[in-house]
């Protein structure tokens, strides 16, 4: 079985937001829609980026629970 999503690595993709990738955590968390979304308006223009902040862990645990499906 693969690895479980780290919450760490997720919050070393949300700094890419610094070199102009944002989104690139949320693909980690293979949420593939929003991911795009994010990496093509800047993160929502940079809020959705600083949301993300504080919902990175929600995010990871879900990522981990679908990959279990």
């Known amino acids: 079985m693969d690895k479980p999503l780290d919450t760490g690595t997720g919050y070393l993709l949300w700094l890419a937001c610094v070199i102009g990738f944002c989104g690139i955590h949320r693909f980690y968390a293979r949420k593939w829609a929003t991911g795009a979304i994010w990496l093509v ?12 902040l ?12 679908n990959r279990r499906r």
Do not use: H, K
Not at 41 to 52: A, E, K, S, Y
Not at 54 to 65: K, P, Q, S, V, Y
């Open 41 to 52: 308006t800047g993160g929502l223009c940079g809020v959705g980026q600083i949301i993300d």
């Open 54 to 65: 504080f919902l990175m862990e929600g995010l990871i645990a879900d990522g981990n629970r």
